[in-house]
């Protein structure tokens, strides 16, 4: 691996900002997803719960509808030059098989892993090293959700004349997709694919498939990992207890979630800089919130904003889904 990587970051994550987001979830009691995977700790901590729950890395029958995605995407090529953007690409791993497929089939790809953390996009720059020239990566820091000048980001990024393929892995659940499916739809070109998974409900009963997941993120893994966001801070472990639940969406959309709530026990301050933010007995911060979808309601959320789905791959087990879809 070359001893210097070149990362565009965006305003979205210069410190001021990353700053006033923090007190923002600390104020609201609602805890943005991004503090959970800030730190060199923290990243490794999810990508080895990814790997130990995820299935996209247990179950091959999943990873093969990741793979069979692909396949399609890559049929669905016209240019010999690709530009995969991974928004929120995590270790990169699926964008790796991806790109990996592209060259395969006589391609020139390029490739942008996006994350909110710098340590995330350089995980996943070193995976797609293997598989493509490291010149043809350009990796990007920014905040999906805050931002709104995505489309001018990655239009400064110096990749021309190819072809766009958008992913966007196991990012639903953790967005309200009020928030992040305009977005989505404003970035998507005529001439672009997107790739798009989603975790599922798996069963006939919505309620009851979501109930049935539960022990995916209740579990030691998970809770080390959303309590060191609290502990970093200076909360400790016996300040309160941390439970998980499945809720409806707030939102009223009929969607439903796994939720995870840190409930106080005793009084506790926690300082960033010159703030300071009290925390009483009785009181709950929510840490973390997962989506579950069934593949009709992610077909509907992604018609309401415009985006047609070519076609779809579920893993057998019902639990994960991958939508390719354009506009
Ligand atoms: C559940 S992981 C999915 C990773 C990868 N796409 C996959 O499927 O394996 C969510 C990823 O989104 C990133 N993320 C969280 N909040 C974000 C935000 N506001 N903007 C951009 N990325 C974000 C996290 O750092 C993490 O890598």
């Not at 700053?19 to 979830?25: A, V, Y």
């Not at 943005?32 to 729950?53: C, E, I, P, R």
């Not at 010999?80 to 690409?89: D, E, P, Q």
């Amino acid at each position: 691996m070359p001893p210097l990587a070149r990362v565009t970051i965006h305003a979205s994550q210069f410190p001021q900002n990353v700053r006033r987001d923090l007190l923002e979830s600390l104020r609201t009691r609602q805890v943005n997803h991004k503090f959970h995977y800030d730190s060199v700790k923290q990243t490794g901590q999810w990508l080895a719960l990814h790997q130990a729950f995820s299935p996209s890395r247990t179950d091959p029958d999943c990873a093969a509808a990741y793979d069979r995605s692909f396949a399609a995407a890559a049929s669905r090529l016209r240019s010999r030059r690709v530009h995969v953007i991974g928004l929120g690409c995590g270790g990169g791993q699926k964008d790796t098989r991806l790109l990996k497929m592209l060259q395969a089939a006589d391609r020139t790809a390029f490739y942008t892993p996006s994350d909110v953390s710098t340590a995330m996009v350089l995980v996943a720059q070193q995976a797609a090293g293997a598989v493509i020239p490291w010149e043809h990566c350009s990796p990007l820091v920014c905040d999906l959700g805050s931002m709104d000048d995505l489309p001018a980001a990655l239009g400064a990024l110096p990749v021309d004349n190819a072809t766009r393929v958008i992913t966007f892995f196991g990012m639903i659940p953790n967005f309200e997709p009020q928030v992040i499916m305009p977005k989505l739809a404003a970035l998507l070109r005529p001439m672009d694919l997107l790739l798009f998974s989603a975790n599922l409900a798996p069963g006939a009963d919505y309620a009851t498939g979501v109930q049935s997941i539960l022990p995916l993120y209740d579990n030691a893994l998970t809770r080390e990992w959303l309590m060191t966001f609290l502990l970093d801070l200076g909360v400790a472990s016996g300040d309160g207890d941390l439970s998980f639940c499945v809720e409806d969406d707030p939102a009223g959309n009929g969607l439903k979630r796994v939720a995870a709530y840190f409930c106080f026990l005793r009084s506790r301050a926690i300082h960033v800089d010159d703030d300071c933010l009290e925390f009483r007995p009785g009181e709950r911060i929510r840490l973390f919130f997962s989506y579950r979808h069934t593949p009709e309601l992610v077909r509907a959320m992604l018609g309401r904003h415009g985006i047609e789905v070519h076609g779809q791959w579920l893993a057998a087990s019902g639990q994960e889904g991958v939508f390719l879809a354009g506009r």
